[in-house]
């Protein structure tokens, strides 16, 4: 067993997520509504586009679905490719063609990206459009993949290639899973009409291994007050320390360290609420600057206190303790008040929000698995 999986179940308790309640209750009503629903369309769909995110290609996966949707024509989207680490995405390209699997890493914020996808879906199609007049093309994924932006962009390109067609209210986007909890149709095509589904972001009702559910709740896939910020900051620098990233930030700490003690000096006092981009709001660039100088800190911090530790990484006890410091080092970083109610709240908060938008750099979390094998006759 890693020292991370060690770490899990010794600092973050034995958490179970499941339908029935347990320890962590992180299954909503709608959702099983929701999948009866999705269950019952897919086998009307002619194509499937599965919505994962770049960052855990395989633990935001709905295994509930998998059966059903490995019978179907299907493209699984990687969406915020932008956020995955590039080095790596390749492989998993890689994977997925050896698993016989169509797969696109995508942004779905990007025209020309989706457009891609969709050129690749009339490719899957090309036999069924000169037979079937009509044609659907399901949407599905676990919550906050980024279904609801891939069929807005869509809905932008199918306008603009149809601009006589009737007007169709844009999907829901929204910062937390589950905004979306119903199926809605629009169509994207004439002649022959293409329909796209979107569908609720589903997950399963049960996930027995415990770190899938930490990195789903990383994602955001999961809403951060059912597992608890604490919880996930806790897993995402037992992740860091394990994969040893902190100690890539040495040129980031060496370069910034003398302008960062000056701003000390200065007293210069960072606030990070607005760190969350706000809809139809410019980039400030006193904003950007402000950003960029609190994760320059908390690098530097979270690179000082691994470049220093002289334990062994592999042992959980001494991964405990040096996670405990770089919660002090961090709220330090991000000038939070050692008197402050829910500091360590705080901090957790601001640190997960920074990895979220990708501040801290591109990451996969999860690993590739073995290429798969197929026995030749």
């Given at each position: ?6 770490i ?26 929701a999948?009866?629903?999705i269950?019952s ?5 002619d ?6 995110d ?18 179907k024509?299907?493209v699984?989207?990687l ?24 797969c ?26 000169a037979k ?6 399901m949407v599905?994924?676990?919550p ?25 209210k ?11 909890q ?20 589903v ?20 809403k ?8 996930i900051?806790?897993y995402?620098?037992?992740?860091l ?36 981009p ?19 800190e ?10 220093e530790?002289?334990?062994?990484l ?9 996670i405990?410091?770089q ?11 050692s008197?402050?109610?829910e ?15 990708g ?17 030749k006759?």
């Amino acid at each position: 067993m890693s020292s991370v999986n060690k770490i899990i179940k010794k600092c973050l308790g034995e958490m179970s997520f499941n339908t029935g309640g347990g320890a962590i209750n992180w299954y909503p009503g709608h959702m099983a509504a929701a999948t009866r629903a999705i269950n019952s369309r897919l086998k009307l769909a002619d194509l499937v586009i599965e919505v994962r995110d770049s960052r855990i290609p395989l633990s935001s996966a709905n295994q509930d679905l998998q059966p059903r949707l490995s019978s179907k024509r299907r493209v699984i989207a990687l969406n915020k490719k932008d956020l995955a680490n590039p080095n790596i995405m390749h492989k998993w390209v890689d994977y997925f063609d050896s698993c016989k699997q169509d797969c696109l890493p995508i942004n779905a914020h990007s025209r020309s990206s989706v457009q891609k996808l969709l050129e690749l879906v009339e490719l899957k199609l090309k036999e069924k459009i000169a037979k079937e007049p009509t044609l659907l093309v399901m949407v599905v994924g676990v919550p906050n993949v980024g279904k609801s932006a891939l069929i807005n962009c869509i809905h932008q390109i199918a306008s603009s290639r149809f601009p006589v067609q009737e007007k169709k209210k844009r999907a829901k986007v929204g910062p937390l899973p589950g905004v979306t909890q119903d199926i809605a149709g629009f169509k994207i095509a004439q002649r022959p009409s293409i329909y796209v589904l979107d569908t609720p972001g589903v997950l399963v009702p049960t996930i027995s291994d415990i770190e899938t559910g930490l990195k789903l709740a990383l994602a955001g896939s999961v809403k951060d007050s059912v597992v608890g910020e604490e919880r996930i900051a806790q897993y995402l620098l037992a992740v860091l320390n394990t994969r040893q990233t902190p100690l890539h930030w040495r040129n980031v700490h060496n370069n910034t360290l003398k302008e960062l003690q000056n701003e000390t000096d200065n007293g210069s006092d960072y606030n990070i609420k607005h760190l969350l981009p706000k809809r139809r709001a410019l980039p400030d660039a006193s904003n950007v600057h402000y950003v960029e100088g609190v994760t320059k800190e908390v690098q530097c911090a979270l690179y000082s206190t691994l470049s220093e530790f002289q334990g062994d990484l592999q042992d959980e006890n001494e991964l405990e303790i040096l996670i405990e410091k770089q919660f002090e080092a961090l709220q330090k970083a991000l000038k939070i008040s050692s008197r402050a109610n829910e500091a360590r709240m705080m901090v957790s908060k601001k640190f997960l929000t920074l990895f979220r938008a990708g501040k801290l750099g591109p990451f996969i979390l999860d690993d590739v698995p073995n290429p798969v094998v197929t026995s030749k006759s």
